[in-house]
């Protein structure tokens, strides 16, 4: 739902830099949309790989992220892309060009994630702690992380993962009636 809306090009927008909220409506006539599609998989992003790495160390990671990539075609790119095209844009997917995901495919499990056996696995990352240490940011997508870091983007790389729809609040809507569910028909 929030690539469709994303994909729509038009809404409000809201601030939340100041102390007031602020909103003010948006349009773009952009025929492009770029999706971060496979920077989960290729990484280490989701909770899943956190616990195959408890379960099976670095082996069960390795394991876990090659089965996530080898699925993402049947699981993901077909349906993103027909969902954005539905209002006329294209999509790219950065972190899936070949050149990319063979030099990623070749790196060692330890250098795109940041679990290790000697650091606990936190349950919950809470992003309003401001991290001002990159050795203590979150262990998924650590490469990513420490990307951002370098280029002075403290807030992105300390910034709590979240599944699009969560981080564009789609699971939880309101309408007149009420409080509705990501899930729910809009009329």
């Known amino acids: 739902m929030a690539l469709y809306f994303a994909a729509r090009g038009h809404g409000r927008a809201y601030s939340s830099l100041s102390p007031d909220v602020r909103t003010e409506d948006y349009s773009t006539t952009s025929r492009v949309l770029l999706s971060g599609l496979g920077a989960d998989e290729l990484f280490g992003g989701y909770s899943r790989h956190a616990a195959a ?23 993901n790119l077909g349906r993103d ?30 250098e795109k994630c940041g679990f290790r056996p000697d650091r606990a696995v936190p349950k919950h990352f809470d992003g309003s702690v401001r991290v001002t240490d990159p050795a203590r940011l979150d262990a998924a997508k650590m490469a990513l992380r420490l990307v951002a ?23 939880k809507m309101e309408t007149g009636a009420g409080r509705r569910k990501g ?4 009329a």
């Open 53 to 75: 790495f408890v379960r099976s160390g670095f082996k069960g990671l390795a394991d876990e992220l090659n089965l996530d990539y080898q699925r993402i075609g049947q699981r």
């Open 81 to 110: 892309d027909r969902v954005i095209s539905h209002w006329g844009r294209e999509t790219r997917y950065p972190f899936l060009d070949e050149d990319f995901v063979a030099y990623t495919l070749s790196l060692p499990v330890w």
């Open 149 to 171: 870091w370098k280029l002075g983007m403290y807030q992105v790389a300390s910034e709590k993962k979240r599944a699009i729809q969560f981080g564009a609040r789609t699971a």
């Open 183 to 186: 899930t729910d028909a809009l």
